[in-house]
């Protein structure tokens, strides 16, 4: 078997990212972390795609073997094909005595990027609550509920609400 080279050409992307982070003892990484991660990403002259940088902050504390606060950050220069310029996210997990249910609240606040959406695009609002439970062993069935507040993906309706429900089934 000859290898052909092809005469197709492909997209291209050039991304690099780094990310620094600190968790304080190994089986930690979920609870307690601290990381920033700094991306760039090159000009897509074919789809007419600006060359973008950004920066994300991640920041987990577990409290009490009971509460989880977390705090997300992100910023981009609008580049890369990035649709938001900055997002803001806060919240907590609290996990009752049953280690493996967990309930978590989130709010959200999100500018979209003027280069995707335009100069007109509402700033977006979401907030998000669920409760995971082990259903059985192998199963956890999550209930959630959405609000999303100037949706930049719906610019004619004012709020969303989405209701869902997944299934985690592990062999």
């Not at 335009?118 to 082990?134: H, K, L």
Request: with cysteine; glycine share 8%; net charge positive.
């Amino acid at each position: 078997m000859q290898f052909q080279p092809s005469t197709r050409q492909f997209l291209t992307l050039q991304a690099k990212h780094i990310e620094f982070g600190w968790v304080p003892a190994s089986g930690d990484h979920f609870k307690n972390n601290i990381h920033i991660t700094l991306w760039q990403a090159d000009e897509r002259k074919e789809t007419q795609v600006a060359e973008g940088t950004g920066a994300a902050l991640s920041f987990n504390k577990e409290i009490n073997e009971r509460w989880l606060p977390f705090l997300r950050l992100g910023y981009s220069d609008s580049g890369g094909g990035a649709f938001l310029d900055r997002s803001l996210s806060t919240g907590f997990g609290y996990f009752p005595a049953k280690r493996s249910d967990s309930f978590f609240f989130c709010v959200n606040w999100r500018r979209p990027s003027e280069k995707i959406y335009g100069a007109d695009a509402d700033n977006q609002f979401t907030s998000e609550m669920f409760y995971r439970f082990q259903l059985f062993q192998h199963m956890t069935v999550t209930p959630d509920i959405q609000y999303l507040k100037n949706p930049v993906l719906y610019p004619e309706k004012t709020t969303v609400w989405v209701v869902g429900l997944r299934a985690r089934l592990v062999f």
